[in-house]
């Protein structure tokens, strides 16, 4: 549901003419709003529009910065307690929403409001901790441990395609850069990384990489099936980035690899 009008424009605060800020605090209607000078005047019945242009006249118009030097006295000798049991007295008052703050201990917070003052919602950033670079260091590896461990219950037992055809397994994770993997043939690698599993890299140093042309003669005429369930045959195979699927109906799909046609990742082209 859209905000209302009187939603939107409560608690606006404009620059006035004069340079004073001025708020509305009522909304009637665009043509009917309350406003508030920072020194307390209230002027009433004024429009959006003389709201937006800063044509709003201070009550006092021949003398209003006497009205925000006697309030700015007022407030200078009035002090506060911060929420947290500190003393607070004004220091410096340019208008009602740029004041500097002293506190007892010396810390001074500059270019507050006068509202933040008086709810004592002005925080003395000197008692703020200074972070342990030691604790800090110890989250983050502690976090590091807990991803790493999570990884490990995760990733252990997962199966993926070398680029050789085979089948390996993740049998031991002991981070993202140290993991050992077993082939179908049961052949080891240690301490390899996870990127390369992903990624197919590993090689069996047990298992020869066939010849260009006994590849093409092996893989003319393999079928497969893609994640849609379309049916597809490789029908010609130049290598193993350049090969043409042909699906049931007699599309063809062209310059593919033979990755994508094992991992089902070929769509077909008329869908």
Same mark, same amino acid.
């Given at each position: 549901?859209?905000?209302?009008?009187?939603?939107?424009?409560?608690?606006?605060?404009?620059?006035?003419?004069? !340079?004073?800020?001025?708020? =509305?605090?009522? @909304?009637?209607? /665009?043509? %009917? &709003?309350? #406003?508030?000078? +920072?020194? $307390?005047? *209230?002027?009433?019945?004024?429009?959006?529009?003389?709201?937006?242009?800063?044509?709003?006249?201070?009550?006092?118009?021949?003398?209003?910065?006497?009205?925000?030097?006697?309030?700015?006295?007022?407030?200078?000798?009035?002090?506060?307690?911060?929420?947290? !049991?500190?003393?607070?007295? =004004?220091?410096? @008052?340019?208008? /009602?929403? %740029? &004041?500097? #703050?002293?506190? +007892?201990? $010396?810390? *001074?917070?500059?270019?507050?409001?006068?509202?933040?003052?008086?709810?004592?919602?002005?925080?003395?950033?000197?008692?703020?901790?200074?972070?342990?670079?030691?604790?800090?260091?110890?989250?983050?590896?502690?976090?590091?441990?807990?991803?790493?461990?999570?990884?490990?219950?995760?990733? =252990?037992?997962?199966?993926?395609?070398?680029?050789?055809?085979?089948?390996?397994?993740?049998?031991?994770?002991?981070?993202?850069?140290?993991?050992?993997?077993?082939?179908?043939?049961?052949?080891?690698?240690?301490?390899?990384?996870?990127?390369?599993?992903?990624?197919?890299?590993?090689?069996?140093?047990?298992?020869?990489?066939?010849?260009?042309?006994?590849?093409?003669?092996?893989?003319?005429?393999?079928?497969?099936?893609?994640?849609?369930?379309?049916?597809?045959?490789?029908?010609?195979?130049?290598?193993?980035?350049?090969?043409?699927?042909?699906?049931?109906?007699?599309?063809?799909?062209?310059?593919?690899?033979?990755?994508?046609?094992?991992?089902?990742?070929?769509?077909?082209?008329?869908?």
């Amino acid at each position: 549901m859209p905000a209302s009008n009187q939603e939107i424009h409560l608690g606006r605060i404009k620059t006035a003419s004069n !340079g004073m800020n001025i708020e =509305i605090i009522s @909304y009637n209607h /665009s043509r %009917d &709003i309350t #406003v508030r000078f +920072e020194d $307390g005047e *209230i002027v009433e019945h004024r429009t959006i529009k003389q709201f937006n242009e800063g044509n709003i006249k201070h009550p006092n118009k021949n003398n209003p910065s006497r009205c925000i030097k006697s309030n700015a006295d007022a407030w200078m000798e009035e002090s506060m307690q911060s929420t947290k !049991g500190e003393r607070m007295d =004004i220091l410096e @008052y340019r208008g /009602s929403n %740029d &004041i500097d #703050v002293k506190f +007892e201990n $010396g810390y *001074i917070a500059r270019h507050k409001s006068i509202a933040a003052y008086k709810s004592g919602q002005i925080l003395n950033r000197s008692n703020l901790k200074e972070p342990n670079k030691k604790d800090e260091s110890k989250k983050i590896n502690k976090s590091r441990q807990l991803k790493t461990a999570h990884d490990r219950i995760e990733r =252990i037992g997962t199966t993926h395609q070398a680029n050789n055809g085979q089948e390996m397994t993740i049998i031991a994770y002991r981070s993202s850069v140290d993991i050992d993997i077993r082939f179908e043939d049961n052949t080891i690698i240690e301490h390899t990384t996870y990127g390369l599993f992903k990624s197919g890299a590993i090689r069996n140093p047990n298992k020869k990489m066939p010849s260009p042309k006994n590849k093409e003669k092996k893989r003319m005429g393999e079928e497969g099936t893609n994640t849609n369930g379309d049916h597809m045959k490789i029908i010609a195979y130049k290598n193993a980035t350049d090969l043409d699927i042909l699906f049931d109906d007699g599309s063809i799909s062209k310059h593919r690899d033979y990755i994508s046609f094992k991992r089902g990742h070929i769509a077909h082209p008329k869908k």
